[in-house]
């Protein structure tokens, strides 16, 4: 499900940036966004400036506890 999501959004001009993990997000004076993440496959840092940014954080469902 996840990826259609993913192919959805980008088809629909979202950028994604894998594997890649972020490092820090200034805000600028303009508003805008100055992201630093790292590649985790070549190690190499990069900065971009941006008007929007959605991280998102993959996890495990935990479906087999039940709250009380």
Known sequence: ???GITDYMANHGIRFI???VPTSVQKQP???LLVTWKNQD???E???LFDTVLVAVGRKAD???RSE
């Open 1 to 3: 499900m996840a990826t």
């Open 42 to 44: 070549t190690g190499e």
């Open 46 to 48: 990069t900065s971009e």
């Open 18 to 20: 894998k594997p890649a």
């Open 63 to 65: 479906t087999d506890s």
């Open 30 to 32: 303009d508003s805008k």
